[in-house]
Structures are given as C-alpha cells and as structure tokens.
C-alpha cells in the first residue's frame, strides 16, 4: 500500500493556468507538508499543516494555496502559473511528536511543466 | 538560523570500497539530523537520523552516519558501496529549539562503479 500518495505524477500546463496537486497519506500522520525541488535538486519546505491547521508557511508567492480538507490530505493550488513555477513538488507526513524529532515521509512527487 | 552544508556535489566510489558523504550542520540550540536517499524520478527515503544518546547511527541498507558535535558534521557511511546505491543523497537539519522547518542540503550525487 502506498503511504504518501500524489496525483497527477507529471503536469503540463500553459502560464497562467490554474493548477491543483492533491496528496493522501495512510499512515495515520497528523502533520503534512509541501516541499519545492528545482531543477538544481534543491529542496526547500512551502508549507507544514498540523491537523488542517497551517503551522509553517515560507516565503511562496500568494499564488500557491495549500487546502487540508483532513488530516490525510493536503492539496496545493497554484493560480496564475508562471514559468518560474516548473518544479517537482514533493508532499510529505510525519507523525505528531514534539520536538521536532519526528521522521517525515515522502511521496514520489509531482513533476510540473509550465510552458 | 539552522544551515546544512554538503560540500561535495558529486561522490564516485568502486564497488566494493567504502564510501563517505560529508555532512556539517549549524543550529542555535541542539541539532536533529537526517540522512534521505532519492533515486531517479522518486521521492525521498529515510536512512537514518541523530536525536540524542549513541553518536553512531544506524539505517538503512547498512548505512551508518557519525554525530561529531565538536566539528557539527554527520557524514554518512557504508563499510562497502553496492551499485545499487548510486543515488542522491541529502542531510537535512532541524534545530531542537523553536517550530523550526527541516532544512536541507544541496544533496550529493553517489556514484558507484562496477
């Protein structure tokens, strides 16, 4: 069974188009995230939700929205895509533990294409 | 704030031969540290991480990392590379004080050869 799930895998799309990426976990976490990989390969976190309520949010355009409908799921919506915006983009869960210690598990990511 | 350094962009190692990816680190209070794994087109996989107690640290598919807390490293380590683990490799930091991100290095691409 798949513990981090994303759809789609890979997303084209023309500039100024608004797009959605759903994520689903089934590990019973209580914490999710977005995390951005660009062409270099680095990685950086876009937004962290505790149980639907959102706790990180980096500097990301107004553009992207994350939704939590639930704890299992964290969808992200970008408006007005720009090229700029052509990444792989990685949801993640970890279990509720304070601290900061807790281990974060990946899905296998996104692959968004802005042409 | 917290910082993750991998100095090298690229490691090749010969199968068979021990490998070592450099990890150093910089927090205000205690680190947690983690060692990820991605493959070509996937997500990332744990291996290890460092919260407190043994400096060394054992993972996955025999990966072992050293906490140094005097030279803030966390080089990642296996006794003898398989093919199988070329891949990229990222260490990632979290500072113990604070709702802080985890934040991670560049990543360092291993390359083992047959």
């Known amino acids: 069974d798949t513990a981090v799930s994303q759809t789609p895998k890979y997303l084209v799309t023309q500039m100024g188009n608004d797009k959605s990426i759903k994520c689903e976990q089934n590990?019973?976490?209580?914490?999710m995230y977005w995390y951005k990989q660009d062409s270099k390969k680095f990685l950086k976190i876009m937004f962290s939700y505790n149980n639907k309520e959102l706790i990180i949010n980096e500097t990301v355009p107004n553009r992207f929205s994350p939704k939590s409908p639930d704890k299992a799921h964290l969808n992200l919506h970008i408006n007005s895509l720009e090229l700029g915006d052509s990444a792989v983009y990685f949801c993640a869960s970890s279990p509720l533990t304070s601290g900061g210690t807790d281990t974060q598990y990946f899905g296998p990511g996104t692959r968004l294409t802005v042409l | 704030a917290q910082s993750v350094a991998q100095p090298e962009d690229q490691v090749n190692v010969a199968e068979g031969n021990p490998l070592t990816v450099k990890c150093t680190y910089s927090?205000?209070?205690?680190?947690?540290l983690f060692w990820y794994v991605q493959y070509p087109n996937r997500g990332l996989q744990f291996l290890l991480k460092?919260?407190?107690?043994?400096?060394l640290v054992k993972g996955s598919y025999g990966f072992e990392a050293e906490f140094n807390k005097s030279q803030t490293s966390f080089h990642l380590k296996k006794p003898s590379a398989l093919v199988s683990d070329s891949a990229l490799y990222f260490c990632a930091v979290r500072d113990s004080r604070g709702n802080t991100p985890l934040v991670f290095g560049k990543g360092t691409r291993l390359s083992v050869i047959a």
């Open positions: 590990l019973g976490h209580d914490t």
């Open positions: 927090v205000s209070g205690n680190p947690y």
């Open positions: 460092y919260i407190t107690g043994d400096n």
